[in-house]
C-alpha cells in the first residue's frame, strides 16, 4: 500500500506562486519540492490531517503527516517533483512535466486521457462492451471540455488555493464602515466553553471585541473545562472589557446545558450563537443590526459561512440561498452565522437536552415553528469563519455520526407536532435526510401529454404499463390551452409531461405528487437526464436578461451541486419539461393567465413565478429522474424572457457567477494593483 500522496498542486499565474497539498504517513520525514531539478523547498510537514490519523492510527497520535506549502516562483518551470525524505531515503509522490505550448498541452491532455480510460476499461471489464456506455462514457468527456476551457475565468470555491486569496481581497474591499443606525438593540452572543485550546477561544473572544456595532454582550459559559488555563483566560478577557460575561459550571453538562447557562445570563433582544473556536468578520453583528432596521420584524437571520484550518487559511465557502424549507428539512444548511429574537428563544425555553450533536438543528427547527417565512432572513454576505480543528464536523462530517441520528429525529418531531403526515428517512451515503409525505393513491390524477401526436401516443401507451397509480387519466394537448384541459381535468393532482420524456421507474409519478400535496409547495419536478449522457438538468436559475439549466455531470463533482441531487430543493423554476401541482393551487395562481396552445419555456418560467407570487415554493425532486429525448437547454427569445422583469432568484446566492454555474468570478484589479 502507497503510504503517500499529492493532493493538489495548482499555479497562481497572477501572484506567480506555486501551492503544493498532500500527505505522506513516513516517521519524521521532510518534503523536497524541485523544479527542473532545482530543489526550492525542504521542509517538515506542517498540517494536522485527522483522515490520514483516522486511517493508520487510532486519532490519538497528534502527528503532522499533512503538508501545504505556498512556494515563490519566478518563472515558468517544465518539470516539477515532490518527494518525501526519510531516514537519507527518498520517496518519489509526484512528478510531472509542466506543459507550457498549446501542443504540449494538447499531448498531455490525450496521455492523461488514454490512461484514465485504460484504467475505466480495467475496472469496469466486460460492463463497458456496451455500446450505450461507450456512448455515454465518451459524450460526457466531450461535454466536459467546455467546464475545463472556462476554467481561466472563475475562481473554484472548492479550490482551497484559489478561493483563500480571493476570499481575503473579497472581505477587505466589502468590508463596510460603521455608520449609526436608527434602531440598536442590544445583541448578546453565546459561546459555550469546553477544553478548546486557548489560542483559538483568545481568537473567537477577539473577533468579537473588534466588531465595528457596539452594543454587545459577550456571555459565556465555561463547561468545567478540566484545563487551568482556560479560567485564567476568562477571567483576564472578563477585566479587559465589561461587555464580557462569564458563568462557571459546577458540573460538565455538554453543549446545551452549557449553551443554556450562557442565555441565562443574557439580557439582549436578540441572541447570536458562536462556537468557542470559531471566527466572526468584524461587521458581522453590524450587518445583523442593518438587516433589522431594514425590517424590525426579523425573528431568525443567518449568513453564509466558510471555513478555516489549522493555519488560519480560509477555505470551503457555503454559499446559501434565501429561505428555503425544502433544504432546511433535509439537513441544517442555515448552521452559522444565526441570530434569534430574544422572546422566541424564551417561548421554546431554549437548546432540549439529548439532542446534542444535532442541537442547533433542533433549535432551528422550533423557532421555524413559532415565527413565519417572510420574518425569516438571509444575508448574503460571509460573516462566519469555521475552524476545522481535529474532531470537529467542520474537518470531516463524519465526526459526529451520532448528530444525524438526534437531527432526524428533532425533523420527524416537528412534522408531529405540525400534525404532518410524513416520515423522515436517511439518504444512503450522504449527511441528509429525506422527507417522505404520505399521501393516499386514492386521489385522482390527471396525466398532460404535450407535444409531438406521435411522440405523445408513445408516452401514452408506457404510462398506462409503467406507473404504480391506478387513478389516473392522460389526456393528449391535442392544441387546446392548458388552461382549459386544467379546467376539465378530473384529478385533484396534474402532471403535465413533454412527450420527449420518459419515466425511469414506476413510483415516479407517486414522487411527485407527494410533495405537490403539501400546503406550502407549488410546483414540483424531477431532474431530466439526458438519454445515452451523464448530464442532467436539476432546476433552473433566472438572472435578470437570462436564464441557465442547473447542469450537471456524474463525471464532474461540483461541491455545490451534488449533494442536492440526493435531496428535494426549492427552485424559482424547478423544471420546464415535466411539472406537477394541485389543481386548485394552479387555478388560484394562473386562472386569469391566457396561453394559446401548451406553454413555451418562457410562458413556464411565469406559471412558476405566479405560484411564488401566491406564496408557494416551488420544488424539484432530483432524486427523482425523467430521460429526455432532445437537448435540455433549448433556443429561447430573450426578449419575451427580459418582459417577464425578474429580479434576483433568491434561490441562487448573488456572490456565484452569474456566467459559470455555482462558481466565483474574479475580482477586477483595483488601481492599486494595476
Known amino acids: 500500500m502507497k503510504h503517500y500522496h499529492l493532493d493538489e498542486y495548482f499555479f497562481d499565474i497572477d501572484s506567480k506562486k506555486l501551492f503544493v497539498r498532500g500527505w505522506a504517513f513516513l516517521p519524521s520525514y521532510e518534503i523536497i519540492v524541485e523544479l527542473d531539478k532545482k530543489e526550492v523547498l525542504r521542509a517538515r510537514p506542517n498540517e494536522y490531517r485527522v483522515d490520514i490519523c483516522k486511517r493508520y492510527t487510532d486519532q490519538k497520535d497528534k502527528s503532522n503527516y499533512g503538508f501545504e506549502y505556498t512556494i515563490p516562483v519566478e518563472r515558468q518551470y517544465k518539470n516539477i517533483k515532490i518527494s518525501a525524505f526519510v531516514d537519507g531515503k527518498k520517496y518519489k509522490i509526484f512528478s510531472s512535466r509542466i506543459p507550457t505550448t498549446a501542443l504540449e498541452k494538447g499531448v498531455n491532455r490525450v496521455y492523461h486521457l488514454a490512461g484514465k480510460s485504460i484504467r475505466v476499461i480495467k475496472k469496469q471489464n466486460v460492463k463497458l462492451l456496451n455500446p450505450k456506455l461507450i456512448h455515454r462514457y465518451f459524450s460526457s468527456v466531450v461535454e466536459n471540455r467546455q467546464y475545463r476551457k472556462e476554467g481561466q475565468y472563475y475562481v473554484n470555491p472548492n479550490n482551497s488555493f484559489q478561493y483563500r486569496t480571493w476570499a481575503l481581497e473579497k472581505e477587505k474591499r466589502e468590508q463596510e464602515p460603521y455608520k449609526e443606525l436608527e434602531y440598536q438593540p442590544l445583541i448578546s452572543i453565546l459561546v459555550p466553553v469546553y477544553n478548546v485550546p486557548t489560542v483559538y477561544l483568545k481568537a473567537c473572544i477577539e473577533s468579537v471585541l473588534e466588531q465595528t456595532y457596539p452594543k454587545f454582550e459577550l456571555c459565556i459559559a465555561d463547561d468545567c473545562s478540566t484545563d487551568p488555563e482556560i479560567k485564567r483566560v476568562l477571567d483576564a478577557y472578563k477585566e479587559k472589557d465589561e461587555r464580557i460575561k462569564v458563568v462557571y459550571r459546577k458540573k460538565n453538562g455538554h453543549i446545551s446545558r452549557a449553551t443554556n447557562s450562557a442565555l441565562e445570563i443574557a439580557t439582549g433582544d436578540f441572541i447570536s450563537l458562536l462556537d468557542n473556536d470559531d471566527v466572526l468578520t468584524k461587521d458581522a453583528l453590524y450587518q445583523v443590526v442593518k438587516a433589522l432596521n431594514q425590517n424590525p420584524k426579523l425573528d431568525l437571520i443567518y ?372
Not at 423522515?424 to 404520505?438: A, C, E, L, Q
Request: aromatic share 14%; charged share 30%.
Open 303 to 674: 449568513s453564509d459561512e466558510d471555513k478555516m484550518d489549522l493555519n488560519g487559511n480560509l477555505c470551503f465557502p457555503t454559499y446559501k440561498p434565501d429561505w428555503s424549507p425544502e433544504l432546511f428539512f433535509c439537513y441544517n444548511y442555515l448552521c452559522h452565522f444565526t441570530t434569534i429574537r430574544r422572546s422566541i428563544m424564551d417561548k421554546i425555553h431554549g437548546f432540549r437536552v439529548g439532542y446534542e450533536g444535532a442541537q442547533d438543528y433542533d433549535l432551528f427547527l422550533r423557532v421555524v415553528a413559532e415565527t413565519k417565512d417572510k420574518n425569516i432572513y438571509h444575508i448574503p454576505k460571509i460573516l462566519y469563519h469555521w475552524r476545522m480543528i481535529p474532531g470537529s464536523t467542520a474537518a470531516i462530517m463524519s465526526n459526529k455520526s451520532y448528530a444525524f441520528d438526534r437531527g432526524k429525529k428533532a425533523l420527524q418531531n416537528y412534522f408531529d407536532k405540525k400534525k404532518i403526515a410524513c416520515h423522515v428517512s436517511r439518504v444512503p451515503n450522504f449527511p441528509y435526510y429525506y422527507p417522505k409525505y404520505k399521501v393516499s393513491k386514492t386521489n385522482m390524477i390527471t396525466v398532460i401529454i404535450t407535444g409531438n401526436d406521435k411522440k405523445a401516443k408513445r408516452s401514452y401507451e408506457q404510462l398506462e404499463k409503467f406507473t404504480d397509480y391506478k387513478r389516473m387519466e392522460i389526456l393528449l394537448s391535442n392544441g387546446e390551452s392548458l388552461n382549459d384541459l386544467v379546467e376539465k381535468a378530473k384529478g385533484k393532482y396534474i402532471v403535465v409531461m413533454d412527450a420527449n420524456t420518459q419515466l425511469q421507474r414506476e413510483s415516479s409519478i407517486y414522487s411527485l405528487i407527494q410533495f405537490a400535496a403539501v400546503d406550502h409547495i407549488g410546483v414540483v419536478s424531477p431532474s431530466i437526464r439526458k438519454k445515452n449522457s451523464y448530464f442532467k438538468s436539476s432546476g433552473v436559475i433566472l438572472f435578470k436578461d437570462h436564464f441557465k439549466h442547473v447542469l450537471y455531470s456524474g463525471r464532474q463533482k461540483i461541491t455545490a451541486v451534488e449533494p442536492k441531487l440526493k435531496i428535494p430543493v426549492n427552485y424559482s423554476v424547478p423544471g420546464t419539461k415535466v411539472m406537477a401541482f394541485e389543481k386548485e393551487k394552479y387555478l388560484e395562481a394562473n386562472r386569469k393567465l391566457k396561453i394559446d396552445g401548451m406553454p413555451t419555456e418562457i410562458e413556464w418560467i411565469r406559471i412558476c413565478l405566479n405560484f411564488i407570487k401566491k406564496g408557494y415554493y416551488n420544488v424539484c425532486d432530483s432524486s427523482n429522474e425523467y430521460i429526455c429525448l432532445e437537448d435540455l437547454e433549448l433556443p429561447y427569445e430573450e426578449e419575451a424572457y427580459r418582459a417577464l422583469k425578474v429580479k434576483q432568484d433568491p434561490f441562487y446566492n448573488p456572490n456565484y457567477s452569474k456566467t459559470y454555474m455555482f462558481k466565483l468570478d474574479k475580482l477586477e484589479e483595483t488601481a492599486d494593483e494595476k
